[in-house]
């Protein structure tokens, strides 16, 4: 009997779409169960807990991959088209959109991500690694202006964090919906430090 050939690609694929299948999970899980566990997120994918553990470890990991997922589709790989432009006003008006966007596309899931870091002290530091990267986006953005001023990405920092887009939708409209009032507003601080 000969041995059946074994198809990388296919268990690679299959792997593939286990994983997407758990973080599709993972984000219903947040958005409709009070507790977020592993054994809950293993039993809405259809997996064993072994699984979700064999992929991603443990449940900061789970998150960071939802994260990750969350990024993709709500189009943070458009940060790069801020650094394609010498000018400081073009580029910060991406970065504000860009953000406003992300923050409209997954509302919902950002506001639960966010209760869990407050609720799981320590466990969920890649938020704030993520706040990070932007506070160096916007950092760098400015020093190749020529403002290299801490106060200054500070105040951009506050405006375009979820937390303060969030607020200023209010319940009637979307982050999308204060776009002009969030770049107004990012221009201001420009102008007066510029």
């Keep these: 009997m000969t041995p059946r050939p074994y198809d990388l690609g296919r268990r690679a694929q299959a792997m593939d779409e286990r994983r997407a299948r758990i973080i599709a999970a993972a984000r219903q899980e947040l958005l409709t169960s009070p507790r977020f566990t592993l054994e809950a997120v293993a039993e809405r994918a259809a997996v064993s807990r072994v699984t979700v553990y064999a ?8 998150l960071e991959a939802i994260y990750d997922d969350l990024g993709v589709s709500g189009g943070l790989d458009r940060i790069p088209e801020a650094f394609a432009t010498s000018d400081l006003a073009a580029a910060l008006q991406v970065i504000v959109e860009v953000f406003c966007h992300f923050y409209a596309v997954h ?5 639960r991500l966010n209760a869990l870091r407050v609720l799981s002290i320590g466990e969920f530091a890649g938020q704030g690694a993520r706040n990070e990267r932007r506070r160096q986006i ?3 953005l400015l020093g190749r202006s020529g403002l290299d001023d801490g106060s200054l990405v500070d105040a951009l920092q506050a405006l375009t964090s979820f937390a303060f887009v969030d607020e200023l939708a209010g319940p009637e409209r979307t982050p999308d919906d204060v776009f002009d009032e969030v770049m107004k ?4 601080a420009i102008a007066e430090r510029g």
């Design 138 to 140: 916007l950092g760098t």
């Design 185 to 188: 507003l990012v221009s201001s």
């Design 107 to 111: 509302r919902d899931v950002i506001r």
């Design 55 to 62: 992929q991603f470890g443990d449940r900061h990991s789970l």
